[in-house]
């Protein structure tokens, strides 16, 4: 069974830094490309990062610069570093697999969700 | 970049109805496009990829159609547990962009 578990739910200043960890289980890690995906509290998806299976990577334009996406094949876990916070990165944040190993596939596996919180 | 724009925002609907919501995208995407299902409080769930090939497990009372830039998510027969936001999204490039949602209520 495919599971994806998020961790690194915290409150931090504007202006902080966060690390997101999303541990995968129950298929080949390495093989798959991984998505992160955030909603803001009461407002729709948005598409933040993906690394493919060979470590490229894509961010949103409104987090170039402050997050990083990173893989650990050997610990089939994915990573988010998230600096310079800003109160509109507030939400949960999914990880997500893609259906393949490019970054041009359907998500279809999510992770449960990790709520990240920026305020004073 | 790609914009993409769902209509309605929300609808209501009875149980049994025919149920469509559409999908726009401002430059073509060939079929590369994904619905999910997020019902309240949880998780997004993908219903539908390639425009019309339903993920498995999903009721066949959905289905997607469409190709290029128009695309519909159409549920025949609407039922109470359909309750939910559904996001259309495009995965043919960066960014792979989502629409921004229809509610659906009963």
């Known amino acids: 069974e495919v599971q994806l578990v998020e961790s690194g739910e915290g409150l931090v200043q504007p202006g902080g830094s966060l690390r997101l960890s999303c541990t995968a289980s129950g298929f080949t890690f390495s093989n798959y490309a991984m998505h992160w995906v955030r909603q803001a509290p009461g407002k729709g998806l948005e598409y933040v990062s993906a690394?493919?299976?060979?470590?490229?990577?894509y961010y949103v334009d409104s987090v170039k610069g402050r997050f990083t996406i990173s893989r650990d094949n050997s610990k089939n876990t994915l990573f988010l570093q998230m600096g310079s916070l800003r109160t509109e990165d507030m939400g949960v944040y999914y990880c997500?697999?893609?259906?393949?190993?490019?970054?041009?596939?359907?998500?279809?596996?999510w992770g449960q969700g990790t709520l990240v919180t920026v305020s004073s | 970049d790609i914009q993409m724009t769902q209509s309605p925002s929300s609808l209501s609907a009875s149980v049994g109805d025919r149920v469509t919501i559409t999908c726009r995208a401002s430059?073509?995407?060939?079929?590369?496009l994904a619905w999910y299902q997020q019902k309240p409080g949880k998780v997004p769930k993908l219903l539908i990829y390639?425009?019309?090939t339903l993920q498995s497990g999903v009721p066949s009372r959905f289905s997607g159609s469409g190709s290029g830039t128009d695309f519909t998510l159409t549920i025949s027969s609407l039922q109470p547990e359909d309750v939910a936001t559904y996001y259309c999204q495009k995965y043919n490039s960066a960014p792979r962009t989502f629409g921004h949602g229809t509610k659906v209520e009963i």
């Open positions: 430059q073509g995407i060939f079929n590369y």
């Open positions: 690394v493919n299976h060979n470590g490229g990577t």
């Open positions: 997500a697999r893609g259906s393949d190993s490019g970054g041009n596939a359907p998500l279809d596996y």
């Open positions: 390639a425009a019309s």
